[in-house]
């Protein structure tokens, strides 16, 4: 497991009791776990060339792009942009009961009542 | 909650009054099913399919359950209910169908019922005992998906094993799931041809025991 020290760059292969007191080279404390060859390759890239040039390096680059294209999410737990094309926000199915769906893009948003009540319910239960 | 939740694992281990329920998770074509089934015909029954293989995204759309599996390994014995879960996605689009020769109105009764079935696989979670969370050591794991999941799990207190399937084909990199999950335990498996599947039980008596 490759570390990276953040101020000098110095790169450890392996984990040692001497990184604890810090590095050896300038004394940081701070280490950076390094991942997988490619992705630091990328992590550079992006570093160096910006993202304008990024976007033009790839499929990395297209799917990064096609991300962005995604409407952003807010209070809504499903986005209906159209019949048979969803998007689901996870972070909300996951966290809260009730569901509530936008619309399209246009700011139209339905409260799916039944869960919302399920939870008050819930709730009283729990108290 | 985490400690509530750890204080009823506890009881349930002590009590023994039920089977473990374990859920399968993970993004759409990870191998979900194809784990299900092959833990089946491991343990229970050679003939029988908890649920149809697909290589159209989705095809699982409800959550199926398998009870009383007795899985052994190395002599550590454990009684699972086994739950296998819709594919978890952040975006379901039925043009995505259409390509696997589907029509427009199967496409999009498709997708409706694979949207249903993201918030059926969440609503089971809070039924679980432990988790298997598949992912395609072919692809990228450092999805948005496989991220949310991970960190309510966390948060939830269920204990989980990262399945990193289809290790069988030439592509696949389960070192670059090891590397994006470091703090997790991560069994490089192959469920269709039935790989390092003894580790995986293994692993499986001994953090959901």
Known sequence: MPHKCTRCGKVFEELSDDMLKGCPACGNKLFFYMRSAAAEELAGRIRVEGIEEVEDVGADAENASQTMQMPQLDIESIRILKPGVYVLNLEALFSKEEIIMGIKEDGSYVIHLPSLFKTKRKRKKEK | ?209
Request: hydrophobic share 45%; net charge positive; charged share 30%.
């Open chain 2, 1 to 209: 909650m985490g400690l509530r939740r750890g204080l009823l694992l506890l009881l349930r281990r002590i009590l023994r009054r039920r089977n473990t329920k374990i859920g399968i998770y993970g993004a759409p074509n990870a191998g979900k099913t194809t784990l299900a089934n092959r833990i089946i015909h491991d343990f229970l029954d050679n003939t029988e399919d908890i649920g149809v293989v697909s290589e159209i995204p989705h095809e699982t759309r409800r959550a199926f359950r398998k009870e009383g599996i007795l899985i052994t390994a190395k002599g550590a014995k454990l009684r699972v209910d086994i739950v296998d879960t819709p594919g978890l996605a952040t975006k379901i689009d039925f043009h995505d169908f259409l390509a696997y020769g589907l029509s427009e109105e199967e496409a999009k009764k498709r997708a409706k019922e694979a949207t249903e079935g993201v918030i059926e696989a969440i609503k089971w979670l809070d039924d679980l005992d432990g988790v298997l969370l598949v992912m395609d050591a072919t692809e990228d794991p450092y999805t948005q998906a496989n991220i949310v999941i991970i960190g309510n799990l966390e948060a939830r207190g269920i204990p989980f094993i990262i399945v990193a399937n289809k290790v069988d084909l030439k592509n696949a990199a389960p070192a670059r799931i090891k590397n994006a999950f470091p703090q997790h335990v991560v069994v490089p498996v192959s469920a269709l041809k039935g790989d390092n599947m003894e580790k995986l039980y293994e692993e499986m008596a001994r953090r959901f025991r």
